[in-house]
Nanobody
Framework: QVQLVESGGGLVQPGGSLRLSCAAS????????MGWYRQAPGKQRELVAT???????NYGDSVKGRFTISRDNAKNTVYLQMNSLKPEDTAVYYC?????????????WGQGTQVTVSS
């Protein structure tokens, strides 16, 4: 089992910045991707950004150029730097870890952290 602990959400004004962190612990595999998804009220969960253990990134179209994902493999931690935040970025942000373990791919989710962009 893998545990994901998120931090860094909160309230910020439009144009501001926040940094989210997500630390993984437990049955960690070196073959993995970590990332962030978000879900706004009444909407489906959507991709924000992912980063593989090999260094490949993928961003949702709505955050390209504003958000940056990074990771510290030694700490099993992924970060999401969010700049130029907009009200439409308001959502619960979920950390995800997708890893090869025990002969199959498995997904794990954090509990979610609220990000609110409002003046």
């Amino acid at each position: 089992q893998v545990q994901l602990v998120e931090s860094g959400g909160g309230l910020v004004q439009p144009g501001g910045s926040l940094r989210l962190s997500c630390a993984a612990s437990g049955s960690i595999s070196s073959l993995n991707a970590m990332g962030w998804y978000r879900q706004a009220p009444g909407k489906q969960r959507e991709l924000v950004a992912t980063l593989t253990s090999g260094g490949s990134t993928n961003y949702g179209d709505s955050v390209k150029g504003r958000f940056t994902i990074s990771r510290d493999n030694a700490k099993n931690t992924v970060y999401l730097q969010m700049n130029s935040l907009k009200p439409e970025d308001t959502a619960v942000y979920y950390c995800n870890r997708h890893q090869w373990y025990g002969g199959s791919w498995k997904d794990y989710w954090g509990q979610g952290t609220q990000v609110t962009v409002s003046s």
